[in-house]
């Protein structure tokens, strides 16, 4: 089993309209991170939310963490062709060492 | 602004040769990561690094793959005799401190085994 899965695997939007990606995990955990990836490019921190945080906002994105179901989601909002990229969700976990570890990523189309 | 930069940017190689790709981190970064992404699939942890040593490793970091830091900037991930199987994109990664925090990404290093 694996620590951060998302849901949904891909995401196909018309632009300007609102893009949710649910992230959800198994053990305790630090913080939770979400990370975007552009096609071949190597990937870029987004937000991240502490595990005594419910949500935070950072521009058009909103992230929100629910420890007692072990889930995290991103929305990005008025969302652009520009935000096409696969999103990640990442976690820090005392009982995992001072690695982060990744999702399997949802893949988000925004047509023009 | 500081980035992660990896060398090379795609290296080809044939089955059995040895292979060492290289980073550079964050100066003031202590701890040192490679992950790897095999094409469209999740992110995999391999290494963890800090105080010159491996702190974590995974199963895929088995005795083909090795890290050190030679000198006070490069960080090196060789793996000795490569498979079809290590064909991938490799990442280094950088952060300040453990169990917490932003993590940096180098660009990938492409490496394809034929």
């Known amino acids: 089993s694996q620590q951060g899965e998302e849901d949904p695997q891909a995401l196909s939007i018309q632009e300007g309209e609102n893009a949710t990606m649910n992230c959800s995990y198994k053990t305790s955990i630090n913080n939770l991170q979400w990370y975007r990836q552009n096609s071949g490019r190597g990937l870029v921190h987004l937000i991240l939310i502490r595990s005594n945080e419910r949500e935070k906002h950072s521009g058009r994105l909103r992230v929100t963490l629910d420890t007692s179901k072990k889930s995290s989601s991103l929305l990005i909002t008025a969302s652009r062709a520009a935000d096409t990229a696969s999103y990640f969700c990442?976690?820090?976990?005392?009982?995992?060492?001072?690695?982060?570890?990744f999702g399997g990523g949802t893949r988000l189309m925004v047509k023009p | 602004e500081p980035e992660v930069t990896q060398t090379p940017s795609h290296q080809v190689t044939q089955m059995g040769q040895e292979v060492i790709l290289r980073c550079v981190p964050i100066?003031?970064?202590?701890?040192f990561y490679w992950y790897r992404q095999i094409l469209g699939q999740k992110v995999e942890f391999l290494v963890s690094?800090?105080?010159?040593?491996?702190?974590?490793k995974s199963e895929i970091f088995d005795d083909q793959f090795s890290v050190e830091r030679p000198d006070g900037s490069n960080f090196t991930l060789k793996i000795r005799s490569t498979k079809l199987e290590d064909s991938a994109m490799y990442f280094c990664?950088?952060?300040?401190?453990?169990?917490?925090?932003?993590?940096?990404f180098g660009e990938g290093s492409r490496l394809t085994v034929l």
């Open positions: 990442a976690t820090d976990s005392y009982d995992a060492g001072n690695m982060l570890t």
């Open positions: 100066s003031n970064h202590l701890y």
């Open positions: 690094f800090y105080n010159n040593e491996i702190s974590e």
């Open positions: 990664a950088s952060r300040v401190t453990g169990y917490t925090g932003e993590l940096f």
